[in-house]
Each structure stands twice: as C-alpha cells, then as structure tokens.
C-alpha cells in the first residue's frame, strides 16, 4: 500500500491475474484497491458511422484526433494486481 501512494499521479502499467494489462494514472490509493484512469477506445455506434460517410471529406483532419478516446476509471483490488510497471522515464 505504502508504495502505490507513491505512484499516486503516475503513469503505470499493471498486470492482472487473469492475463489482463491496463496502462493508465493512479489517481486514488485505499485501503484494499486502487483508482486507475485509462484511456479507452470509444464504440462507434451505426449512425456515427452514417454520418462520417456523408461528411469525411469535410472533417478528415479533425476527426482523427478528436473522440477516438474516452476516459475510464478502474477499481483494482490489490488482490488482483500481479504486477506495477511505471512508465515515466527519469533522464
């Protein structure tokens, strides 16, 4: 626990149990479990997909970068961390 508090505001990558791999900030530390916020990718829906037909030529440059991602908080247990790597280099 002393060392998750530690990583509180970094970058991580952490293994779970069952073979899953998340890379994200540690936001919160508690008693039993971690906060974790990762970038997920979005789920386009059908209409979405209609619309960006119609309008590709339009918005190609900006449609690339603008909502590909959305952010999601994942409550760890310690239970089923395997392993914490941090990503931020020092130089």
Request: contains cysteine; charged residues 45%.
């Amino acid at each position: 626990m002393f060392r998750f508090r530690q990583l509180i505001g970094e970058r991580v990558k952490i293994a779970f149990e069952e073979e899953k791999v998340i890379q994200g900030k540690i936001i919160f530390v508690g008693n039993d479990f971690i906060e974790v916020v990762a970038n997920v990718k979005k789920e386009k829906h059908k209409h979405e997909f209609k619309k960006r037909e119609k309008r590709k030529h339009e918005f190609k440059k900006r449609e690339k970068h603008k909502h590909e991602f959305k952010k999601k908080v994942f409550l760890v247990q310690f239970d089923q961390i395997k392993w914490v790597e941090r990503l931020d280099i020092f130089c």
